[in-house]
């Protein structure tokens, strides 16, 4: 029971760490792309975000 509840609150803490990551990610990717107007880096962050979801959403 208490295994469980530790595994639980482990998956929370990893949820909380990657959505704050990925937020991060996303706020530097948005002014990379203002300062910059890098199409590319914008497809390149693109493929690595889809990548990212369907490797956490398996």
């Known amino acids: ?3 469980i509840h530790m595994e639980a609150k482990r998956s929370r803490l ?3 760490i990657f ?3 990925i937020q991060q990610i996303y706020v530097v ?3 990379l ?3 910059y ?4 880096l914008l497809a390149f962050l693109f493929t690595i ?3 990212l979801y369907q490797f956490l959403n398996c």
């Open 29 to 31: 990717a948005i002014v």
């Open 49 to 51: 975000f889809s990548h």
């Open 37 to 40: 107007r890098s199409y590319f």
């Open 14 to 16: 990893l949820d909380i």
């Open 1 to 3: 029971m208490i295994n």
């Open 33 to 35: 792309l203002l300062s």
């Open 19 to 21: 959505g704050w990551a």
